[in-house]
């Protein structure tokens, strides 16, 4: 084939890369829900969790503190930025202390002795009407006494004025310009954005819109804004990873460059390598796109960490190449290896299909489709744009005497074994825990921001994002029945400190009962003008002037209690929203809770309401959702194990070979743990897949080494390629290795364990006489 | 003929400018005159007159500007109140009951009152200028400056302040709500002075504010 065809053939491969690739990126939703990614709840508690993961009142809060400015001017952005964000579609609720509570409370006027709490303790009569008259004539002496007077006529007792105040947050920072400051003189907001807390897509994006609203304001450049909270951590811990990851990539990328180079001393290899990798993904992508329609972003990771394997093919084709051979043919002679490797991978993948979770399938079918089409690729595109070599690996200076010394290098048959017990035994008494259920752990939040939050939710009264007050009952009435039951046993916590504050449903809407209950004792008109007109007695009030008093108090007398959704629509709906759900058959109330100091305090409340009410650990509950998965995770790989036995003894037709392909993998595997165990390194799912991979690429070496080829060229060819292979991957993962990210150090660590100690245990342990060609 | 009659407007605007000029000039050097080191003190009488009463609301007690924009008043008769304003935030405490704390930002007619205080006790105009116009009118001995807001905020709530003086005292503050109600402060000798009637007429009190004879 003429060298301009090899190059137009490039060029339509690339092209069809981007192509396809652009149609599924257009059409492939990367979601990061996390019930994509983890099994189907099982207990109460984990569904709640997966429904509101997130959606959970306290974790979409963010908290927002400017500073490095004079007061009056921090209180201007304070107000700017508030009033930006109400306008805001990706925020929910802004506050800073400036919100007219008493404007959001008059659209619900009309219900406000329903609301408010009032006529549990009084009722309309003469005697506290006088008491609230003569208040109100207090009242309008005083420096305030402007805002109160449009209400006077229809509302004398200021209930309007009593539900803003209930409304509010129990706990407000100090008030300075009419916004809130902390100790420290900075300007305080709560905004509450709509996406979920641990969405970091659209966390990331609200938390722009809201940076760029702040740096729109006059006068923000000389000023500091710092933003705390679940959603600000979420896309600082991906923001830090992934640029930290493209850091090495790069240095990875240059390195990968020059290896090959010196490798193949051609430039051909480099344009050509990635092709078939690449084709994989997209084509992975594809399957996702089309059986799917969505992927989670934990998968996808997960997945092209798997199909790093397929960056080998190419590269042993590239070894084994002959001068004056068509690629074609080269390629046609190890294929019988390749495709074994392939299958066999494939087949164990399967396991994860099979696993009944969504974010494991979506991983098995982008995993098995990425790694055949990179294969066929490999096998039938690759020959058509690479020329015939121009030399041959196997004279690669040094590479002879490399073979000799490996192939004389010591080889006890008791050895694996010893190694195995010993491993086995390291593996199962090192001390310190085995498994990382934390997560979070993996992208750790820097110390100063943690205690920074501390304070500032201090500050603000902000809800913890640990604990919820779960309330159960088989409708949102009954919800709020027990909510309003719970509240004194709520506030004796309180005084025992065992909490420092908490916000009930019931705060913002009482029963139907008890709202019912407050309608009864509304007085009608004649009795309540007569009350009225006595308790006005010796008051400078105008006879008449509380007419529309009288009026409201007649209407509300007959008006149907206000419904969840009925006030869902006002707009302190959304509060209310996030705290009473529906679930399945029954209702779910949330309070959330500020400064939880004694968790098992809540035990007494659970014992008390007969299970009704109980304290929910969101950390705990995800924790035991990450060893569920990990359950699965574990079982679906025991199983591909299994088959990837069942596979390669098939492909070799022999126990005994399979063995010695098996053995090295097996051992290897084991070796990678006793390292990790013995440093004391919790397991997580990172470090799982990453032997997964390792094991993949071991699968290779192995089948290589246990090649019976009889012709000493093809094996030197065989240890060029397996050696370019074992680099490339070193440099790769090794590099990640140094990262001070966790999880990018949980990859790199294990997977360049895993390859050295698959390629040293493959070559020792492949059978004797393959390698002594020359005796 | 046209450049003729732009040129008499151009004197007119002038004129006119020059007018207003003199007129804030005269209220500034007023207020100039007034300046006192904070804290200042001094009784009041604070006279309501309500749309929702039908008898105005008397009380009594002693003002202090702190200097800046604090600013206390404690009510002493009929009942026990203390007000304090600093910080942009309005602190009221009843007798021994419960703190209420409003934003300065949402009682406008405080926020003039604070203004009013400034400019009279610590001749600040500048804070005051910000948020109302000022004007002037009469002498050194006698002389009326009012205040009127400028933004539409403000003017939704307040009609104007009206500060009455001799010499350099002042004696009323005569506060007209958007809504038509009222209210007039007297301060310094005249509340010393105290009222005559319980109950007196706004026409009465306004014209014994304006009046020179005593």
Known sequence: MRDHARVAIWFAWLALIAAVGWGVASHLKISSDLRDFVPPARTADQKLLLDEIGKGPGSRLLLLAISGAPKAQLAGLSRGLD??????????????????????????????????????SHRLDAAYLHAQLQQRIEDLSSPAASMLEPWLRRDPTLETLKLARRWAPSHQPKLIDGV????????????????????????????????????????????????????????????????????????????????????????????????????????GFALLALIFGHAHGITVAFGFTLLGVAQEYPLRVFSHRRIGIETSQSVRELWPLLATAIVSVCIAYLAFFASGVAGLQQLAVFTIGGLVVAGL??????????????????????????????????????????????????????????????????????????????????????PDVRYLLVMRAPTAEGVLGLSERIAPLMRRLVAEHAVDGFELPSRFLPSIATQTARQAKLPAAPQLQSALQQAMQGLPFRAGVFAPFVADVEAVRKLPPLTPGKFQQSPLGARLE???????????????????????????????????????????????????????????????????????????????????????????????????????????????????LAAGLGLHYALFFERRTGDEREDLRTLHATLVCVASALLVFGVLALSSVPVLRAIGLTVALGVAFHFTLSVLMAPAEHLRWEA | MRAFRDALIAVALAATATGAMAASGLAESLLAGMA????????????????????????????????????????????????KIADGTITVQRGSGEVQRTPLARAPQAGAMLAGFRALLGGDVSALQKDFALSAQGSGARWVITLAPRTDALKRQLTSLVIDGRDHEPRCLTMTDANGDSSITLVGAMAEQGLRSAAPLESALAARCRNSGQ
């Open chain 1, 180 to 283: 809130w400051f902390s100790e420290r003189g900075e300007a305080l907001l709560v905004a509450e954005t709509r996406a979920a807390g641990f969405d970091p897509g659209a966390q990331g994006a609200a938390i722009a819109s809201l940076q760029k609203h702040f740096a729109a304001l006059p006068g923000a450049a000389s000023a500091k804004l710092v933003i705390s909270g679940p959603g600000w951590f979420g896309v600082q811990a991906s923001r830090h990873t992934r640029a930290e990851a493209d850091r090495f990539g790069a240095i990875t990328t240059a390195g990968f460059i020059l290896m090959l180079l010196l490798a193949y001393r051609s430039a051909v290899p480099i344009v050509v390598t990635a092709l078939p990798l690449l084709s994989g993904a997209v084509v």
């Open chain 1, 83 to 120: 009033d930006a964000l109400a306008h805001d579609p990706a925020f929910a609720r802004v506050a800073n202390g400036d919100n007219d509570l008493a404007e959001v409370a008059s659209d619900l006027l009309p219900y406000r002795y329903l609301l408010s709490p009032t006529l549990d």
């Open chain 2, 36 to 83: 006192k080191t904070p804290p200042v003190s001094t009784p009041f009488v604070l006279v309501s007159y309500r749309g929702v009463l039908d008898r105005p609301l008397v009380v009594s007690g002693n003002l202090r500007w702190l200097g800046g924009d604090r600013m206390e008043r404690d009510i002493a008769k009929p009942f026990k109140e203390t007000a």
């Open chain 1, 377 to 462: 690729c490999t096998r039938w595109l690759l020959p058509l744009v690479v020329p015939p070599a121009r030399r041959d690996m196997a004279a690669t200076p040094g590479l002879a005497r490399a073979w000799h010394f490996l192939a004389h290098l010591p080889r006890p048959r008791w050895l694996p074994w010893l190694v195995a017990v010993a491993g086995v035994a390291v593996v199962v008494f090192a001390p310190g825990k085995v498994w990382q259920n934390d997560l979070s752990a993996l992208t750790p939040i820097p110390k100063a921001e943690l205690q920074r939050d501390a304070r500032l939710r201090a500050e603000l009264g902000a």
């Open chain 1, 578 to 692: 996030s705290m009473l759900v529906q679930q399945g058959e029954g209702w779910a109330g949330l309070g959330t809770l500020s400064g939880v100091n004694d968790p098992a305090a809540f035990a007494a409340l659970s014992k008390e309401t007969g299970g009704a009410v109980h304290l929910l650990d969101l950390k705990g509950s995800t924790e035991s959702l990450i060893i569920a998965y990990r359950h699965r995770i574990l079982i679906a790989l025991g199983i591909a194990a299994l088959l990837l036995c069942a596979a390669v003894t098939f492909a070799l037709r022999s126990p005994r070979r399979a063995l010695h392909v098996l053995g090295p993998m097996t051992l290897a595997t084991l070796l990678v743990l006793v390292v990790l165990r013995a440093c004391g390194i919790p397991l997580s799912l990172f470090h799982l897949v990453s032997l997964t």
